[in-house]
């Protein structure tokens, strides 16, 4: 048997025989093993209970508390129900042996003891106890670092709803006030055109449009609100989605046609599902109008929907500089701006606004490379 290290295991013995009891002790701390012992079964729970042992080698045919009774005894202790018992025995009756594991033994070594077979299996059950106590070990502090990683991830989501109900407070609390300075401003527009006072009409409009800007980024914000909060299930029913992409493609086309951008459209398979309509359209009219603002002069944008057992895909492809790979993961964050967008009109809420509608209709927004260009795909669920 193989030498344990300094603090080596603890194994407590119990026999009433002290011939045996004298020889079991030599060989075990010969293989330099730490021994207690004990006489009879209430002697072996008391030590067993102060000791601790790492594992019991235990007499059956005691006098007073046998060795089935002292064992199971053993096991019903909290403090030593897991330490591990190996029976010593002349009994050899199967229903002997079914008794002693019923118990809670783990193995028997039979009478007379050959102190060969004793170091062995005492030393195999030592290096299954280590085993279990370093299982037992990493499972505690794998559920400390779970609970941990728990509580950190509940603390940022708590951050993450604090900020973005901040931000919906804000769009909410401020669209009304902005619609009437819209309004007042038109209002002065009009009046000064009647007057023919052309002085200030031009930053009159471009305060209109400010306005405008400010107001629907507004409104992003609160349809993202309301996304997340779950409001806008209400407004599913069946929807063909061909009409909803083809109203999409026509309300884009002469746009593209001033930008001299062929913009395509295929539809193919049964597109009819449970949707949001005026959420997809939106949601397609954003994946369009990047497509617009990033394609080139006289290039493509193509538009395809297909469906794929109970998903359908919208794809926007077009002829751009595309979403570099270390940008994509970002690209559907709030407010985010990639150096490709610095000098394009919007502010960052496209496409997450895209995705929100992708996570409520049970999809996904991905991107893929077009070279040159970017393919956005709206994926949705067609049962919900």
């Known amino acids: 048997m193989e030498p344990f290290d300094t603090g080596a295991p603890i194994v407590l013995v119990v026999d009433d025989t002290p011939a045996n009891l004298g020889l079991v002790v030599e060989c075990?701390?010969?293989?330099?093993?730490?021994?207690?012992?004990?006489?009879?079964?209430?002697?072996?729970?008391?030590?067993?209970?102060?000791?601790?042992?790492?594992?019991?080698?235990?007499?059956?045919?005691?006098p007073g508390l046998d060795g089935f009774e002292t064992c199971r005894t053993l096991k019903a202790m909290e403090k030593t129900r897991d330490i591990p018992v190996i029976f010593m025995t002349s009994l050899t009756r199967t229903?002997?042996?079914?008794?002693?594991?019923?118990?809670?033994?783990?193995?028997?070594?039979?009478?007379?003891?050959?102190?060969e077979e004793v170091a062995a299996r005492v030393n195999t059950h030592l290096k299954l106890r280590a085993l279990q106590k370093l299982q037992e070990e990493q499972n505690i502090q794998l559920q400390k670092e779970v609970k941990t990683r728990k509580q950190a991830e509940e603390a940022l989501i708590e951050v993450i709803?604090?900020?973005?109900?901040?931000?919906?407070?804000?769009?909410?609390?401020?669209?009304?006030?902005?619609?009437?300075?819209?309004?007042?401003?038109?209002v002065l527009t009009i009046t000064l055109r009647r007057q023919r006072n052309d002085q200030c009409l031009p930053d009159l409009e471009v305060a209109l449009t400010d306005v405008d800007r400010v107001i629907s980024i507004f409104n992003a914000l609160l349809r993202l609100a309301e996304i997340d909060a779950g409001v806008r299930r209400s407004g599913f029913m069946p929807n063909d989605l061909e009409t909803?992409?083809?109203?999409?493609?026509?309300?884009?086309?002469?746009?593209?046609?001033?930008?001299?951008?062929?913009?395509?459209?295929?539809?193919s398979g049964d597109l009819m599902a449970n949707s949001d309509p005026l959420l997809l359209a939106q949601a397609i009219g954003n994946l369009i109008d990047n497509a617009l603002k990033?394609?080139?002069?006289?290039?493509?944008?193509?538009?395809?929907?297909?469906?794929?057992?109970?998903?359908?895909?919208?794809s926007v492809a077009d002829d751009g500089p595309g979403i570099p790979d270390a940008e994509k993961s970002k690209a559907t964050e709030r407010f985010y701006r990639g150096d490709a967008s610095r000098g394009t009109p919007g502010?960052?809420?496209?496409?997450?606004?895209?995705?929100?509608?992708a996570t409520l209709h049970r999809g996904s927004l991905d991107f893929a490379d077009n070279r040159p260009g970017l393919i956005a795909t709206l994926n949705l669920s067609c049962r919900l």
């Open 28 to 62: 075990l701390e010969g293989n330099h093993l730490r021994v207690a012992v004990a006489r009879d079964g209430a002697e072996a729970l008391r030590r067993a209970e102060l000791v601790q042992p790492d594992l019991i080698l235990l007499d059956v045919m005691m």
């Open 294 to 314: 990033f394609a080139r002069d006289g290039g493509e944008i193509s538009v395809v929907a297909t469906r794929h057992d109970d998903m359908i895909a919208i």
């Open 244 to 267: 909803i992409v083809s109203d999409a493609v026509e309300f884009y086309q002469p746009v593209a046609e001033l930008r001299r951008v062929t913009l395509s459209l295929q539809v």
């Open 161 to 186: 709803n604090g900020v973005r109900n901040v931000s919906n407070a804000i769009a909410h609390d401020l669209r009304t006030p902005l619609t009437e300075l819209r309004s007042r401003l038109e």
């Open 95 to 115: 229903e002997d042996k079914i008794t002693g594991f019923r118990a809670g033994a783990v193995d028997y070594i039979t009478k007379p003891l050959q102190m």
């Open 347 to 357: 502010v960052g809420l496209g496409l997450a606004l895209v995705k929100a509608v």
